[in-house]
């Protein structure tokens, strides 16, 4: 019998991570802008996305990174198809509340560059803008020895949508 594939034993510990997560919020003030200002904050119950106001619209934008899926394409030594991964990591958190995802900056830290790997990623990346019909607004590459032990890859996506019409969650029923 294989052992059990879940985040405790990969010594994930959910519970303890949720836990610093809420002290990490609750340390945070939410917005120094007045609501109906340009920047104030939507509050969005459990939504994966930020919703801040910006004129007539809204704009939404989501963090994500490619997570443990990294350690895979470094044992495999293919990464082309990461940066597809991040992107729609984050462009499905903007898209269940509503918003056009309609741009992206990328983070690759890294212990030591290695340009294969970042024209892999690069490729990557182009072909999930392509995919995603977002432009690529910019980006962080960073080479960290000594903090950054492997390939790290996150990414900001950025999206809109009009006032009134989030998808909150609120009317959804059982077979939506």
Not at 93 to 98: N, Q
Not at 123 to 145: D, F, H, I, M, N
Request: hydrophobic share 45%; net charge negative; charged share 15%.
């Amino acid at each position: 019998m294989s052992e059990p594939m879940d985040y405790a034993s990969a010594g994930v510990d959910i519970d303890l991570e949720g836990s610093a997560v809420a002290s990490l919020i609750g340390a945070l003030s939410k917005s120094v802008r007045a609501p109906g200002t340009p920047g104030a904050p939507v509050d969005l119950p459990g939504g994966f996305g930020g919703l801040i106001e910006f004129g007539e619209n809204l704009l939404a934008m989501a963090t994500d990174g490619v997570g443990s899926k990294l350690q895979i394409a470094t044992m495999l030594e293919q990464w082309g198809g990461v940066g597809i991964d991040c992107m729609a990591m984050n462009v499905n958190d903007l898209l269940c509340v509503g918003a056009e995802p309609i741009a992206f900056v990328d983070y690759v830290a890294v212990p030591k560059p290695d340009p294969a790997i970042h024209a892999a990623l690069g490729a990557s990346l182009a072909e999930a803008c392509r995919l995603a019909r977002v432009t690529l607004a910019g980006g962080e590459t960073a080479s960290l020895p000594g903090i950054v032990t492997e390939l790290d890859l996150s990414g900001t996506a950025l999206g809109w949508l009009p006032k009134g019409q989030a998808i909150t969650g609120e009317h959804l029923q059982d077979g939506d």
